[in-house]
């Protein structure tokens, strides 16, 4: 099948000149052309780190880009697949994956016409990013009954092969809420058999679990595959996001962005996050939390009133579990209970599609998870004897 870039990016988008600035060319010298204040910030105190906050910050992260393109290289999993290793140019960064969901959509979808797939129970942002841009949402379930949450891949491609206005499919891999990782066998059986659109592939999540896409974009034009800083590298306050993407496709989205998207304080803590000690701390993290994962589940799936089968996957810094055989009003009193009489807050899921009775649970340390265990136990067992 072939994909051709030029049909799926909407034509002013394909063709935009990038903005450009005298900074591109020249860097160095006394510096009167972008508007800044020379006086420096108004803000006293600031350490030397913070001292160039006056001036726009580096609109290319190129540096960063390399280093994580090498690292995504490094544990890539598809290492016997002889893939054209990542580099920074197949990157392009974003406030937030939720500002690079935005901008795929925009990039690729017309308004008012054109449509993205998702697959519920998932990420509301693709939806709420494409109502924003009067793009239409088609859905098309996950596997739920059996409990797997995995991509119904057949039922997929053929929505996917009878409406050609879908631009986009959404996958989130590991899933919100659902914590499973969608099988990377079903993922490329749609990017063999659709090349009319782009398969975006959310990995927020991933490094909980392993076997990113990523290195796939060198092999697959229609793959997007987007990542965060906000989850395993515990920077959700700086917002950080990463799109993967061909060369050429993540050009498109470069010249797309606003120029100095990413701030010189987020991209100085970046930098930071992708040093060898502290993509090192960034893999011991995600093993603790993983440890913490199956005790949190061994304790609550053990209670009374509480189904001993966990619902979905558990690829993620999350745990579902469903209460009482997927009783919603005891679910939503024990949300709110957790919340107000306990100061725990987790999320009340059981309106989402397959998660009745469901409550997603966020992995903290050991001592939150402690006092959720404690408080969890206590509330249940004070509303089932109300
Ligand atoms: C699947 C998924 N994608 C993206 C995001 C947002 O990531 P960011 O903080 O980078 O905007 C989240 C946040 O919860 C998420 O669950």
């Not at 901008?103 to 990420?123: F, N, Q």
């Not at 009783?327 to 919340?339: E, G, V």
Request: charged share 25%; hydrophobic share 35%.
């Amino acid at each position: 099948m072939t994909f051709d870039l030029q049909k799926i990016v909407r034509p002013k988008i394909f063709n935009l000149e990038p903005y450009h600035c005298a900074r591109d060319d020249f860097q160095d010298g006394v510096l009167l052309d972008a508007n800044e204040n020379a006086h420096g910030p108004t803000q006293q105190g600031l350490d030397a780190s913070n001292s160039e906050l006056h001036r726009y910050p580096d609109p290319h992260q190129l540096e960063f880009k390399t280093a994580m393109a090498s690292y995504r290289n490094k544990t890539s999993t598809y290492k016997a697949e002889n893939l054209t290793p990542l580099t920074s140019e197949n990157l392009c960064l974003g406030v937030g994956s939720d500002e690079s969901i935005d901008a795929i959509i925009r990039a690729t979808c017309v308004p008012g016409k054109e449509k993205i797939l998702v697959l519920p129970p998932t990420y509301s942002m693709y939806s709420v990013c494409a109502e924003i841009n009067d793009i239409e949402i088609v859905e098309c379930p996950l596997l739920y009954k059996n409990n797997s949450f995995q991509m119904d891949t057949e039922s997929v491609l053929t929505v996917l092969q009878n409406d050609p206005l879908i631009k986009l499919l959404f996958i989130t891999s590991p899933g919100n809420p659902t914590g499973a990782r969608i099988e990377t066998e079903r993922i490329e059986t749609v990017l063999q058999n659709w090349t009319d659109g782009l398969v975006v592939v959310d990995e927020a999540y991933i490094d909980f679990c392993g076997g990113s896409t990523a290195p796939l974009v060198t092999k697959y034009p229609n793959l997007v595959t987007l990542q965060t800083l906000s989850k395993s590298f515990g920077l959700a306050g700086i917002r950080l996001g990463m799109t993967y993407a061909s060369k050429d496709l993540a050009k498109i989205l470069n010249a797309m962005k606003a120029p100095y998207n990413i701030s010189r304080l987020a991209s100085d803590f970046a930098l930071k996050a992708v040093q060898h000690d502290n993509l090192q701390l960034m893999e011991s993290n995600a093993k603790k939390i993983n440890d913490e994962k199956h005790r949190l589940l061994r304790e609550l799936t053990s209670l009374d009133y509480v189904d001993d089968q966990y619902v979905g996957g558990l690829d993620a810094n999350f745990i579902m579990i469903r209460v009482n055989k997927g009783d919603n009003t005891l679910a939503k009193k024990l949300y709110l209970a957790l919340a107000t009489e306990s100061g725990v807050v987790v999320r009340f899921r059981g309106t989402e599609l397959g998660c009745s009775g469901c409550l997603r649970i966020t992995v903290g340390t050991p001592p939150e998870n402690d006092k959720l265990i404690k408080e969890f136990k206590k509330l249940l067992a004070e509303l089932v004897n109300e």
